[in-house]
């Protein structure tokens, strides 16, 4: 299968978007930690109707004027990973849940430390916001594309919010 990618600019640096040609399969920051690597077989494109509509709706996102984000997507993943991403899917904008709180509502409250490596391995940041997950005594913790921009997001978010 053919992947493709762009990228966005964004206030919180570049974001790599990448695609199968029909959904979204990836939203990575700049230097994140999962970021996979570009190969020869990959095309760069701006022309699929998906990335068109991906950057409107983060640049809405950014810009205040949207919430939640309407897209399709493929994330791939154990039944674990993708159990706790649609968890994340839940949390309402400019709200936060602890890794305790997924884990308790995927029925394995004592899988913290799972949850909290299923929230680092999601694909499609931003979107799937994991961003809104918290340490339990309300720090930030863990975040693959750095705690800075977690700090951004999550303020972002209470200020619209607010």
């Known amino acids: ?4 990618f762009t990228f966005f600019r964004s206030p919180i640096g570049e974001i790599m978007l990448n695609s199968n040609g029909s959904a ?3 939203l990575y920051n700049e230097n994140a930690r999962h970021s996979p690597n570009v190969s020869s077989e990959w095309e760069e494109t701006d022309e699929l109707s998906i990335f068109k509509t991906a950057k409107t709706q983060l640049r809405e996102y950014f810009d205040g004027e949207r919430k939640s984000f309407d897209l399709q997507f493929e994330t791939g993943g154990t039944q674990f990973q993708k159990e706790v991403w649609e968890q994340l899917l839940k949390i309402p ?3 936060t849940l602890t890794y305790r709180d ?3 509502r995927i029925g394995r409250p004592k899988a913290v430390r799972a949850v909290g490596a299923a ?3 999601n694909p499609i940041s931003i979107m799937i916001p994991c961003h809104r997950v918290i340490g339990m005594n309300g720090t930030l913790t ?3 594309g750095g705690l800075d921009r977690k700090n ?3 303020e972002l978010e209470m200020i619209r919010n607010g």
């Open 24 to 26: 979204l399969t990836g």
């Open 1 to 4: 299968m053919k992947t493709y």
């Open 102 to 104: 997924i884990a308790h």
């Open 142 to 144: 863990g975040y693959a």
């Open 152 to 154: 951004f997001l999550l």
């Open 119 to 121: 929230n680092g391995k």
């Open 93 to 95: 904008f400019g709200e």
